[in-house]
């Protein structure tokens, strides 16, 4: 599709819709942030004429100049055929249509449907949409018609995100940002009539920029779901596909209905298509996070299911263990040798009140040396195949060199090493010192835990396809 | 027990073990906060003595002056009996003892802890620990060995949290404090030698500035689970019990006898005595979390389980219901009717792009005023129990003020309103909004949900009960 090139790289844009009553009008804010923010040639369109924001309003796109690359369309649903029509005679090859009053009202909004995408496919129009947000990409453009002051902006980076709904791909930026998880592009597909979020899991897919693809799915139209997991099962192999799939309980499902009008499927069918699929299924929004914030990373891989964990305080082992085990991954007991080796590595002043089983516990008393000699041994031993590090600031023995001191001792060894550290302002030393020597950091116990599961996940992949 | 309530509230205390030589031993930091923070008069203790922070150390507390209602011991394990017989015979009725080196060690620790127990119980001292952080009440005291700076402190509340795990219980503490739920007190139990979870369970039970008592147990020694739930019993007709669990899988069990040596348990037989006994069963975190908030609030009852969900954005919507759903909640369609009397209170200009089936999506075009009257009429419908709000300030045309408003319609009506808004600092305006006026707001979709679980697990306790 040459449409979604000029879609997320547009040269000159127009807003179908603007009004020059209402200043927070959809259309009026995305030509604000397009002309404004953006800085892009945009040329606003209303029937009525007059000035928007000081800036001449055409009475339709024929009349406007030629060249626009982008259009969005913002006016009622009914008037949108013949808008986009005009396009399509304009020669514009991407369009947004955000507004709603589609399939996802009933059966004349169905029927408004099938109309612009005759249209679209007639002219060779690239259509997102209707009833979405359109599209963000750091630096380049951003179609939201939210006000860019409520919503945050992740930096540029390498995870694409494809939403049927956009509520969603809103918090996602707002996490993204919150956690420092840069995106290569944000899309708003809606009720995805035309260009599908199959599409665009392609277009990211040939993207050399883009090494991890996150989508949210509420269902799909006819046939689409098996397109949709055959374009996964090719790029699968090159960079891993974390998809959510939203309503899959019955209630759930008839919510799909009235949102975006898809046919949502059953929870196991999904599940085992994803598989098959070589799709890495996100169970909920945690899950989305954790898995596209350890495959920014380019993480290492995990080639069998053990870990051995660090601790400094027992309670957070115990969670760990559990959540492992929920994951299917594997504490394995060190063994008298391996706990007596650890324990050497201790202050001696501690050595009787630590416990190395696995979880290893180092205690509050435990300080930065500690934790830096333990782990080097522990990264050493054959009977593991990653390291989670679970890390408490609170004792007073730790200090903000931590994480980038650690970090400094995983790198010496092949094994994959994840963390978790609370995320509070007060401890981003620690933070940024793991993150950027390379060691993912999650926010939660169980967030750490499900970064090492998608790394585990996806090995076990490429193993069984033979290219690990 | 009646020291417990001199180890809540001493007038005197004396921290055995403080160090001359390293500022950051644990005593030491303790001492700090006791004297300085808490300003309470507080007996440092050494066997060299000479001075701590410019106070005179006391040789031993013996010599100390009399008068200590509280003293926090911290020396290695094998010097706890000689210490803690003194105490005995300085008539000394609240003891913590920090110590680690006791059964979570293996056999030589745990004969040192029948000593300790039997000591503490021929002196009828109240001990809490071996292996604690020992306790926190805002504004009295605080005898955690962890920096002040490092560990955040909620403000004042009706929330009792009891935890086997320090280190669970300080991110507890950052927690509530970073959602704005007060506590009343926060325990550290540890090894639980003699004081047991059950003994603080029953204290809380009691204590008129406790509304919600929340805990973290790992396992119970042989007899003290049918103690704790038996308690938990008495006191859940007047107020909630919260626990979770730790150590539920297989490879959790084995970490907690590495951490405080209990006898972990198996989740069914867990879930199944919980419920018998009117405990409210958490199974991570983020349900004490929801759990916790929504009953500080002190809310109405929720006498179904049918609920309405307004959104603002149909993917939440979508999510919900499949939440919803995993908790056993409903949300019902709305019928012809209901939907067109709501429909009837949208802006005209809307009423054809919304949905009202249930969940009903106001879509992003939708101001304060749409989302007050929709719910104000919603909220008069039989066919619904509770109402969930999903409110997404991204939109336009949504307000600062919307929680506030929205928080006085629900007031006007029986049933119980809970909401969801993003977490961040840019809508606190918001949050406040809905908490001053007595709505709980949940930082995700998943625990707005599961504060609806809660109230209406509660809600059916009560009425099996006869107590509603």
Redesign the interface.
């Known amino acids: 599709m040459t449409g979604l090139k000029t879609m997320l790289n547009p040269k000159v844009t127009a807003v179908i819709g603007v009004s020059t009553k209402n200043p927070?009008s959809?259309g009026n804010?995305i030509f604000r942030k397009l002309a404004f923010e953006n800085g892009l040639p945009t040329y606003p369109i209303n029937p009525k004429g007059g000035t928007v924001e000081g800036v001449d309003v055409h009475k339709s796109i024929v009349s406007a100049p030629e060249g626009i690359e982008l259009a969005v369309i913002s006016v009622?649903?009914k008037y949108v055929p013949g808008v986009l029509r005009e396009c399509g005679e304009k020669k514009i090859r991407s369009v947004i249509v955000v507004s709603?009053?589609f399939s996802?009202?009933g059966e004349n909004g169905a029927s408004l449907q099938s109309e612009i995408i005759e249209i679209a496919n007639r002219y060779k129009i690239s259509m997102v949409g209707p009833n979405c947000?359109g599209v963000f990409v750091p630096d380049i453009l951003d179609t939201f018609?939210?006000?860019s002051e409520?919503?945050?902006r992740p930096r540029k980076g390498n995870v694409a995100l494809i939403?049927?709904?956009?509520?969603?791909?809103?918090?996602r930026l707002?996490e993204f940002a919150a956690r420092d998880v840069g995106i290569a592009a944000a899309i708003s597909i809606g009720n995805s009539a035309q260009t599908t979020g199959t599409d665009f899991v392609e277009h990211f897919g040939k993207d050399e920029c883009v090494d991890v693809i996150c989508a949210?799915i509420?269902g799909f139209g006819p046939g689409e779901g098996r397109d949709f997991v055959e374009a996964c099962k090719k790029i699968a192999p090159k960079k891993p596909v974390v998809v959510l799939k939203?309503?899959?309980?019955?209630?759930?499902?008839?919510?799909?209905?009235?949102?975006?009008s898809s046919l949502a499927g059953n929870h196991a069918v999904t599940n085992a298509a994803f598989h098959q699929y070589g799709v890495i299924h996100a169970l909920?929004?945690d899950e989305v996070m954790a898995y596209a914030k350890v495959f920014s990373f380019k993480p290492k891989y995990m080639l069998g299911p053990r870990i051995g964990t660090l601790?400094?305080?027992?309670?957070?082992?115990?969670?760990?263990?559990?959540e492992?085990?929920?994951y299917g991954l594997?504490?394995p007991?060190f063994s008298e040798n391996e706990q007596a080796q650890m324990r050497a590595e201790m202050t001696p002043a501690y050595q009787?009140?630590t416990?190395f089983?696995n979880?290893c516990?180092l205690?509050?008393?435990a300080a930065d040396v500690d934790y830096e000699r333990v782990l080097e041994k522990m990264l050493g031993f054959d009977s593991i195949d990653a390291a989670l590090l679970l890390l408490?600031?609170?004792?007073?023995?730790i200090s903000l060199q931590i994480g980038a001191r650690v970090a400094n001792v995983a790198k010496r060894y092949d094994k994959i090493v994840v963390a978790y550290v609370?995320d509070?302002d007060?401890y981003e030393v620690i933070i940024r010192g793991f993150e950027l020597n390379g060691i993912a950091v999650g926010d939660?116990?169980?967030e750490s835990v499900q970064m090492l599961n998608a790394i585990r996940m996806r090995s076990k992949y490429l193993q069984q396809i033979g290219k690990l």
């Open positions: 927070f959809p804010v009622p649903a709603g009053g996802e009202v947000i018609f939210l006000p409520r919503v945050a939403s049927q709904s956009g509520g969603w791909l809103i918090e707002e949210y509420e939203g309503g899959e309980s019955e209630a759930g499902h008839r919510a799909t209905q009235s949102h975006t909920d929004e601790t400094v305080s027992g309670g957070h082992g115990v969670i760990a263990s559990d492992a085990s929920d594997i504490m007991p009787g009140i416990s089983r979880p516990d205690t509050g008393s408490l600031p609170y004792a007073p023995g609370p509070l007060k939660t116990i169980e």
